[in-house]
């Protein structure tokens, strides 16, 4: 049974940085997309960014690109998220994913694992 715990959310001002993480326990396979995608009060769910865990690539929405970096301790496994130059905007639920072998990284169906979310907010 896997596990993701999110941590690291909070409130900051516009412009400020946060550094989310998620830590997966349980057996997971070892070539997939993890990711974060984030969820704004009215607002469809949303991908933010993703890592492929086989060969370590990235990928970005465009609202975040130059803001967000996505990157994976193996050793811990974890994935973080490091967000700089908040925006209110940016202002959401922040929700891991895991397990999804293939395919587009950012459509949420076919992740196999969620974590609880961490909140956001940038004012």
């Known amino acids: 049974h896997v596990q993701l715990v999110e941590s690291g959310g909070g409130s900051v001002q516009a412009g400020g940085s946060l550094r989310l993480s998620c830590a997966a326990s349980?057996?997971?396979?070892?070539?997939?997309?993890m990711a974060w995608f984030r969820q704004a009060p009215g607002k469809e769910r949303e991908g933010v960014a993703a890592?492929?865990?086989?060969?370590?690539?990235?990928y970005y929405v465009d609202s975040v690109k130059g803001r967000f970096t996505i990157s994976r301790d193996n050793a811990k496994n974890t994935v973080y998220l490091q967000m700089s130059s908040l925006k209110p905007d940016d202002t959401a639920m922040y929700y891991c994913?895991?397990?999804?072998?293939?395919?587009?990284?950012?459509?949420?169906?076919?992740?196999?694992?969620w974590g609880q979310g961490t909140q956001v907010t940038v004012s």
């Open positions: 994913a895991s397990d999804k072998p293939y395919g587009s990284w950012w459509v949420s169906s076919e992740y196999k694992y």
């Open positions: 890592i492929y865990t086989g060969v370590g690539s990235t």
């Open positions: 349980g057996y997971t396979y070892s070539r997939k997309y």
